[in-house]
C-alpha cells in the first residue's frame, strides 16, 4: 500500500494506494508517474475480488482522508466498477475514474502526452494483458476489467527496452489471465511466442519472470521456455483453485486435479530447481470433508511453496454466490488447515535452499529474491540492482540468511 507522505518543504506530493493483484501494484506505479509532482490527490486503487478486498478499500479510502484531509481523492480500480455506486456515496470519495480508463491522461484532464511510465525499479511490472474472457463461477472480476484484451509484440518490446533503460534488471509479465495473452491479436499468437520474442530481444535482460498463469493453457513453446531458458525464472505460479475435480466443475476452470499434476511433474523433470506457487480457495459451496482433504494433498503433491490461500467469499452477482453457502467458522477452519500444509512444504523448501548458493536480487532494504523467489538478506553494502550469489546459513520467519 503506498504511504501518505509530505516532503520536507511541506508541498503536498500525489499518492498512490494499491490494493490486490500484481496488475494494480504495476498499474499504480504508471499511476504515480503520470500524475504532476504538484498535485494534492490521493487515488485509491481499489480492489474487488472478494468481500474482505471490498471493505479493505472503503477502510483505506477513510484512512486515507484522514491523513490528507485537504487531498482530492480519487478512487478507480475493480471497485470503481463494481462497486460504482456504494464508493460513491462516501462523503470520503471526491470522483471515480473508470478501470478501463485510469491510465489514460485525459480521464484525469492531463495533456495526453503524459504517457505513464513506471519510475526506475530493479524489477519492472508490465502488464501485457488486460480483462478476462472466461466465467469461472466464484469471479466478479470481467465485471470491473472487461474482456481480453493484450499489447502486441512490438508494443511489449517497447515498454521492455523503456524499462531496461531506466536500469531494471528483472521483468515481469502480468495481467489479468496472462496466458489468454494474444487471443485477440491477429493470427492468435501464444504466451511462448512473446515470451521467445523477448529474450531473443533483449539479451542482456537477466531475468524475466511470469506472474499468475493458467497451467491448462502453457503452450508448448512457453513450456521449452520455461524447461530450457535459464534467464526465465524457475518460478510457476499455477491459478489452481482447487485440488478436487468436482469442485474445479462447479467452480467452472477448464482443467482438472490430473492436469495441474501432469504439467508440473513434466516441468520438474526437466528443470528440478522450479518453485510451484499457486492459488487456492476453502469452503467453496458444496465442499465437503473430502474434496478439502483433496486440497490439503494437492499443496503436498505439488510441493507447493508459495501459496496464496483464500477463504471463500461470496460476491454479489456470481453464480456461487447462490450455491449453498457453509458457515463462515467452517471456511476459516479450512483455510487455516491450508495455510499449516502450505507452510510445512514451504519450510522444508527454505530447509533444502540452506548451504546452496543463490544468485539474488539486491532491492532496496537489504534484501532480495533469488531465481525460484525465495526472500533472501544481503550482506550489508550490495549495492541495489546488483545481482550476487548468497549462500544461506538458515531461515527465520520465511527469510533466508
Not at 485509491?44 to 475480488?49: E, M
Not at 534488471?169 to 485477440?184: A, C, P, Q
Request: aromatic share 4%.
Amino acid at each position: 500500500m503506498g504511504r501518505f507522505r509530505v516532503n520536507e518543504t511541506d508541498v503536498i506530493t500525489p499518492d498512490v494506494i494499491s490494493l490486490g493483484c500484481r496488475l494494480n501494484i504495476a498499474e499504480s506505479e504508471k499511476l504515480r508517474a503520470m500524475l504532476p509532482d504538484d498535485e494534492n490527490i490521493v487515488v485509491v486503487n481499489s480492489c474487488a475480488v472478494t468481500n474482505e478486498a471490498v471493505r479493505q478499500t472503503r477502510q483505506a479510502i477513510r484512512k486515507a482522508r484522514r491523513a490528507r484531509p485537504d487531498a482530492r481523492l480519487i478512487v478507480t480500480g475493480c471497485a470503481a466498477d463494481i462497486e460504482r455506486d456504494q464508493l460513491s456515496d462516501m462523503p470520503e470519495v471526491d470522483g471515480l475514474i473508470a478501470n478501463e480508463t485510469k491510465l489514460d491522461p485525459r480521464a484525469w484532464n492531463l495533456p495526453s502526452d503524459n504517457a505513464p511510465l513506471a519510475p526506475t525499479k530493479t524489477r519492472a511490472f508490465i502488464a501485457v494483458q488486460n480483462g478476462c474472457d472466461h466465467a469461472c463461477t466464484f469471479c466478479i472480476i470481467p465485471q470491473g476489467r472487461g474482456r481480453s484484451r493484450s499489447l502486441t509484440i512490438a508494443q511489449v518490446l517497447h515498454e521492455v527496452e523503456q524499462h531496461l533503460e531506466l536500469g531494471a534488471r528483472e521483468v515481469v509479465l502480468t495481467g489479468v489471465d496472462v496466458t489468454s495473452w494474444g487471443h485477440d491479436l491477429p493470427e492468435t499468437p501464444p504466451l511462448g511466442a512473446l515470451v521467445g520474442a523477448i529474450l531473443e530481444r533483449f539479451r542482456d535482460l537477466p531475468r524475466l519472470r511470469m506472474s499468475s498463469l493458467d497451467g491448462i493453457e502453457i503452450d508448448d513453446a512457453l513450456f521449452e521456455l520455461f524447461a530450457s531458458e535459464a534467464r526465465l525464472m524457475p518460478h510457476l505460479h499455477l491459478s489452481l483453485q482447487h485440488g478436487h475435480d468436482l469442485i474445479l466443475k462447479r467452480m467452472k476452470r477448464r482443467h482438472l486435479r490430473g492436469d495441474a499434476v501432469d504439467l508440473v511433474q513434466r516441468l520438474k523433470a526437466l528443470r528440478p530447481d522450479i518453485a510451484i506457487g499457486a492459488d487456492l480457495i476453502a469452503g467453496f459451496p458444496t465442499e465437503t470433508q473430502e474434496h478439502h482433504e483433496a486440497n490439503l494433498s494437492i499443496i503436498r503433491e505439488l510441493d507447493i511453496v508459495h501459496a496464496h490461500i483464500f477463504p471463500f467469499s461470496p460476491r454479489e452477482g456470481t453464480p456461487a454466490a447462490r450455491m449453498p453457502q457453509h458457515d463462515r467458522t467452517l471456511i476459516k477452519a479450512r483455510a487455516a488447515e491450508l495455510r499449516a500444509a502450505a507452510a510445512e512444504t514451504r519450510t522444508a523448501w527454505l530447509d533444502s535452499l540452506v548451504g546452496e548458493p543463490l544468485r539474488v536480487l539486491a532491492e532496496g532494504d537489504a534484501s532480495g529474491y533469488s531465481e525460484n523467489y525465495a526472500r533472501v538478506t544481503l550482506p550489508d553494502g550490495t549495492a541495489r540492482g546488483s545481482i550476487i550469489t548468497v549462500t544461506p546459513e538458515r531461515h527465520q520467519e520465511g527469510l533466508l540468511q
